[in-house]
């Protein structure tokens, strides 16, 4: 029997570049997306690619502009993005940008008739974005098999969903997950500026785990 | 008291422009909003353009290239639309059309404290798009309200799905709805093919009614 076929939506971050590995370590045949929505940390993009590529997987970036929408220092190049000592976390919410990349995956399956998605929040995501929550995730896979041109069940797994950070990243070092690859910083700068949220969080999970983030950090 | 405020997907063609009457009738302070995905049809855009100009109406359109989705004639400059008389309506199909728009209007709402919107699938709709099905939006509806970044209840309202094309046509005579400003046509042209089922639709409503449509279509 031929491997299950999933979409990995991969941000190129640590969390969704282990969940690639998690699959991949599953058996699926996998294709990866990645999403292009006018944020300011693009170069995430560039770590998405070159972590496809080296795992040899198609690779597919979608665009989507959330900057239209605004709302959210992530893609308001005029809104500054808060250093996690601020705790102003609420302002990198993206409207909806969860429901639109999870859509957007299902619509790219339904023409290639994929029908599993694995997406990567963890648990501490949750606290602060409520599209992180398995109960929305639940209630999404209903709408999408429902508004799907023919009778199919999406299903987007979230096998993170109950793990911290720290757990995500001390499975991904059981598979050799290339952590100097993946990119964080909400400001898109390398060295990485340590200050963000997204920055904070993960030298925190290094920290736990008592790794060296291999990151170049600014000093 | 002020107005509710709602935003109305607005295609540009007979349905939605109705609606859009119809939401302004029941005393909505109204948003319009239209969708640029690419499609062929790209005339559309500027009926919706002017009607909204035409009420002195805010008019916002967003971008969403459903071309890089594929699977639909709409979006595909290779794949021809075909005549209502090929029985092929299938191939017009724009995978979770519906689900990214009505989402995109819900992530444009909840910047703006707009929790209602309006969309105007007809009861024909639903017969080759099941993404045109009351049910399908009672889930949408739920996840999107799970998945806002606030505790918010959005409502679609779909006041068409249990009317006919020509049940719809009915009010918006009523409603002195300026049908010669509307678009139709998939093909995108002017004059309207008269063939596509888009057309095809149209002009049997028109028909049914015992009305002359105001728009130019080829001999």
Redesign the interface.
Known sequence: MANPRAIVCLSGGMDSTTLLYEVLARNYQVQTLSFDYNQRHRIELEASRVIAERLGLPHKI?????A????SALTDANTAVPDQSEQRQ?IT?V??R???FC??A???G??RRIDEIFYGPVKEDFQV???C?R??FD??E???S?????ERKVQIHTPWAEKTKAEVLRRGFELNVPYDLTHTCYRGTRPACGKCDACRERLTAFAEVGVIDPLAYEV
Chains 1, 2 share one sequence.
């Not at 979608?62 to 959330?66: E, Q, S």
């Not at 239209?68 to 709302?71: A, S, T, V």
């Open positions: 979608l665009k989507i502009d959330l239209q929408i605004g709302g609420e919410v409207p909806l969860n429901t639109l859509t957007l299902a619509a790219y339904e023409t974005y409520r599209d929550r109960v929305f209630s999404l209903t709408a999408l429902l508004g799907s041109s023919y």
